[in-house]
């Protein structure tokens, strides 16, 4: 990588321990602009411990965590994603009691930095409403939009998460296990939006799941974590074949 | 002492239930109550209602816990506190309707009349049993939590009350009994307090926020955290103004107390 | 809209057909359900519950107080009373939203009592237990705020243009965000909102209208007392938002109405007030979670929060 063409997301010797238990392990990676990967691992691999220390949730014990270039090591997660960088959550993770159209609007509001706004009527701002009425017919949930979160089908829910993390325009987006719950149609749907997104948008995806149809579908990169550390790193065909991968997975979970 | 028990019962609820109890204070108040009705009123020996008051209030603690309070675990803090706000309401006002606004008294235990010198100084006989049967109970508490089947029940429950109830653990007869367990601590410190003060249906109102004070500064679920809380509030107060310059800070000194806790250390001195 | 203008104008006229006791009651509805609807601001569109309101309440009213009685004109110690709160609200509500919600209660309860402690121990500037009394209030450019209709007319216009302002608030970019963090804090927090950030301006917005409530409510009453900041009080606009619901904006108001026709009713026959008062709060507490309004709301047709 060169200083003016830095990775999009670079971890370098990150490590985080609950207890005496090292979730995340010395762990080194740079994901260049515009690349899906995914990071995979059975459970308790460590991939949602990663998530939260990239994100903000979590501090890391030792180690950087750069973003294009930025040192954000250890910010809160509200700063960085003002730096560009938005996740979903694994359990679902929207404003239950609002609808469809409140919870991406609210993003959209973030995004802009429009919360400074205590006067203007939210409702007959026609820009916000445009903005996000384009995100939810972007995602499939145009009809969807006057209904409680709450009311919704789980798999509609997920991608509720999607729409929010895309109104932030993010440059990295992490999805953690976007499919996670889902029956085969909603998986579908959830992969092929994936690769419209980064074929149209050319941002930076990572994604965790457990679900190997859809990671190697998807994925351009594929890296394998097994308690805190990286056991393997490289593209779907490599990893399919590779013998400690089999053996983390302890039989073959690997397609 | 008397503060140690009340706020000891209020830990314990809020460590157990997760639920502070505003109404605590009304409790305290009962069991003074109570007393005045037995020993004063009704001749019973006073080492007898020291027993009989807080069974009797922790009997309506643990009605109160079924018939309302088991409803709102699920609800969000705010309407358990209000629901515990209402009870306040309920029992001052139910004190007045049978006792009267006036004040009342009861008298000290007979053997205990008099004052023991103590180093240079003479310490009624009462208040000094009061300070000594304070730790007595909070301890015989402690090891009955840490040591005993029924203790490591509760605390079971407490930590996680969905594994305790896979476990086997009925969980909704263990929160009546803690809540009935609180509010009888609360009742003993009452009863305890009542031949040395007036007692008046605001009493409840004023021992409640000491007890929060005391509670929150040694940690909310932590039995030694309320003995240290209650001596470092309640000797403050009990040894008067010390300078008259700082009569005002020390009135606010308990409040000063909680702030700098809650800011520097909201778990509280001992708190988990 | 058209309903709250005829509303208006209705209640505009009242000096002219009410009772003098009907009035007074009437600015004491006003007056406490503009400190309610603050409080909703809190709890209901942002999902804090502060038990200490009344600090702020109280703070503007003792600035009032002390200013009149050294010979301000009414106008202007109102606004210093104001400037008052929020400056009081801006430094303890920075020291406190860091706390989670039990703690953020206990820690604003604290903070009421203090204040309380400070109004009836420091006699010497606030005249302890006893309280400022003998407020001069005078005739100001023409107004005479003495009489008793014309502080009717006045507190209706503040409370009017304090309802408006809270208004804008709540259907604003900013409203949105308040609401966004009462739904799910850390969802918005990963969306780029400094959480704390906008707490701590909901904090200091509802202080500054307590404020304002507050320092109408010492003239109003003749008398700036240490119960203004005692806990009971800082429970009040928590019961009228209950009673009267606080998933709507309204609500508050209407719970203040509630309270306050009760409170003179019941006070009337009989002295266990408190006791009414809370058989009324049990059945709210359990079963009627959106207070009279709400209730009311649903049994016509319409269901869920008033969020937009």
Redesign the interface.
Known sequence: MTTNNPPALELRNVSRSFGGVRAVDDVSLAVRSGTLTSIIGPNGAGKTTLYNLV?GRLRPDAGRILLRGEDVTGL???AV??RRL??S?QVT??????SVF?NV???V???RG??????????S?RS?REDTQRLLAQVGLAEQAPR?CRTLAHGDRRIVEIA?VL??EPNVILLDEPTAGMNPHETLRIVALVRDLQRETGKTFLLTEHDMKVVFAVSERIVVMHQGRVIADGAPDAIRGDAEVRRAYLGGVVA | MLLFLIAVGLSLIFGVLGVLNFAHGAFYMLGAYVAFQLVARGGVDFWLTLVLAPLVVGALGGIIEVAFLRRMYRRETVFQLLLTFALILILDDLVRIIWGSGPRMVPQPAPLGESIPIGGRFFPAYNLSVVALGPVVGLALWLALRSTHAGRIVRAAAQDREMASALGIDVPRVFTAVFALGTALAALGGVLAAPLRTLSPAMGDAIIIDSFIVAVVGGLGSFPGAFLGALLIGQVGAFGVVNPAFAQLQIAFPFILMALILLARPRGLFGG | MRLLIVALVALALLPFIATQFFLVLATEVLLLGLFALSFNLLFGYTGMLSFGQAAYFAISGYTVALLLVRGWPLPAAFVAGIVAATAAALVLGWLSVRLNAIYFAMLTLAWGMMVFTAAFQWRDLTGGSDGITNLPIDVVAGIDFADFRVFYLVALAVTALCAWLLWRIVHSPFGQVLIAIRENAERIAFTGIDVRHYQLAAFVVAGLFAGVAGALFVPFARIAAPSMAHWTRSAEPVLMTVLGGPGTFFGPVVGSAIFIYLRNFVTARTEFWNLVLGLILLPMVLVFRGGIVGFLLEAFGHTGHDDE
Request: hydrophobic share 55%; aromatic share 10%; no cysteine.
């Open positions: 994100s809160p997660p509200h994603a003002r938005a996740r959550f993770n929207v404003f239950m009691g609002l409140q609007r609210a993003a509001i973030a995004r429009a919360g400074r706004r205590w006067f203007a009527d939210v409702e701002d916000l409680p929010i109104a932030l």
